[in-house]
């Protein structure tokens, strides 16, 4: 009993110190005049109105949203074929396929983009500073994410005897997958995607050395913004939280019931 009060106490006060700046982030943002009281003299919205009135934070969000989305689902059409083959019909593979997606955990970001830019900014192939280069880096860097949570779904629904289920019910080798497989994983799928774009929205370094202002997102836009106004910057990451706040609990959500189905199947 003593130990769970203890663990109770232990969590709670990891909670307050992992919760404290990201209060105080939305109080400031919030805040008329705060430099020498414990809480804010007075609060406002004047700085979520400057900023949704703001067309650079419009483009720059807009843009952020564009790459994240286009970069997740050029991810789901290439990686869920591969990992399905992989599964079903050629398993020796399936431990290279790991071996290739823990790769990008090991390689910093600042590495990453030098590589690339060195690598394609040549005569033949010179797409540095464009939006193209910043796509296929973040292709790299959501890897590891995108993988492990398709191949998990896949893994859950044993997707190899339901192609074998599928084949000797009549279909062929397209129609088990598209009518059969790909419905059973649907929402581990959304749930990698959502996962990916929340994790895309807070890239900074690839951004900010592949692109710079040329591509401005919303990464960019804050950056630049924290030397102008200290509350303005306060509200972009007030925003970006609770963009990524909604994401995750959608990703949650889904991954809740995907695992409270799996469990009244085996019972």
């Known amino acids: 009993m003593k130990k769970n009060v203890k663990q109770k106490i232990f969590l709670t006060l990891v909670m307050i110190y992992l919760f404290i700046p990201v209060v105080a982030t939305i109080l400031f943002s919030l805040a008329t005049k705060w ?35 286009i970069t997740a689902v050029v991810s789901v059409v290439i990686l869920v074929p591969c990992i399905y083959m992989t599964v079903v019909y050629y398993k020796r593979l399936e431990k290279l396929f790991e071996l290739f997606s823990i790769i ?4 910093p970001g600042v590495i990453l983009a030098v590589g690339l830019i060195q690598l394609y900014s040549n005569a033949f192939i010179n797409i540095t500073g ?14 590891p994410y995108m993988y492990q949570t398709i191949r998990n779904s896949f893994r ?43 994790i895309l929205f807070g890239e900074f370094v690839l951004v900010n050395l592949l692109v710079g202002g040329n591509y401005e997102t919303v990464q960019m836009y804050l950056f630049k913004t924290l030397y102008a106004d200290g509350h303005l910057a306060s509200a972009v990451v007030t925003v970006y939280l609770m963009i990524v706040l909604i994401l995750s609990y959608i990703t949650i959500k889904l991954t809740g019931k995907k695992k409270e189905t799996v469990k009244e199947t085996e019972a």
Not at 49 to 58: G, P
Not at 104 to 107: G, I
Not at 175 to 198: W, Y
């Open 35 to 69: 430099d020498s009281t414990v809480l804010p003299e007075g609060y406002t919205l004047k700085c979520y109105a400057t900023l949704f009135s703001d067309q650079r934070f419009i483009m720059s969000l807009l843009r952020t949203i564009n790459v994240s989305i």
């Open 130 to 143: 464009t939006v193209w280069i910043l796509l296929g880096s973040y292709f790299i860097l959501c890897l």
């Open 156 to 198: 859950a629904i044993d997707a190899l005897k339901l192609t074998e289920a599928a084949l000797i019910l009549g279909c062929n080798e397209f129609q088990a997958f598209f009518k059969v497989v790909l419905p059973n994983v649907l929402k581990g799928i959304i749930s990698a995607v959502l996962l990916t774009i929340s």
């Open 104 to 107: 990008p955990f090991v390689l």
